[in-house]
């Protein structure tokens, strides 16, 4: 009995091999929601991956508006533009951002 997959010769770890790359359409870009624990009971919740057509400074207003708490603004090299508000406002962001139209599957949810 021979195993037939073993005969390939490529290597799923070089980097010049193209056939193990994802291509656009099949990479997903996620939003996500994270909850990242301070001092004491304190907690910030950051939102990244939302898409630059969006403007990040209404947004920030309107949680803080709706949400009652803080915010900022967090320009990072790899993840982009953050927002980072204070407290535990996952549930919030995630019903403010269905709501909006954004797909509940395209969201993901980290935390405790």
Not at 8 to 18: I, V
Not at 42 to 67: A, P
Not at 69 to 92: F, H, P, S, W
Request: aromatic share 8%; with cysteine; net charge negative.
């Amino acid at each position: 009995m021979s195993i037939q997959n073993l005969a390939s010769q490529a290597d799923p770890f070089d980097a010049d091999n193209d056939d193990f790359e994802q291509t656009d359409s099949t990479k997903e870009t996620y939003i996500h929601i994270r909850i990242q624990q301070r001092n004491g009971r304190k907690t910030l919740t950051t939102l990244q991956g939302l898409s630059k057509e969006y403007d990040y400074k209404k947004i920030l207003k309107e949680f803080k508006k709706q949400f009652a708490c803080n915010g900022t603004l967090i320009e990072d090299e790899d993840m982009g533009t953050v927002i980072q508000l204070q407290g535990d406002q996952r549930a919030k962001i995630l019903k403010f951002l269905t709501e909006q139209g954004i797909q509940k599957d395209t969201i993901k949810l980290h935390g405790f």
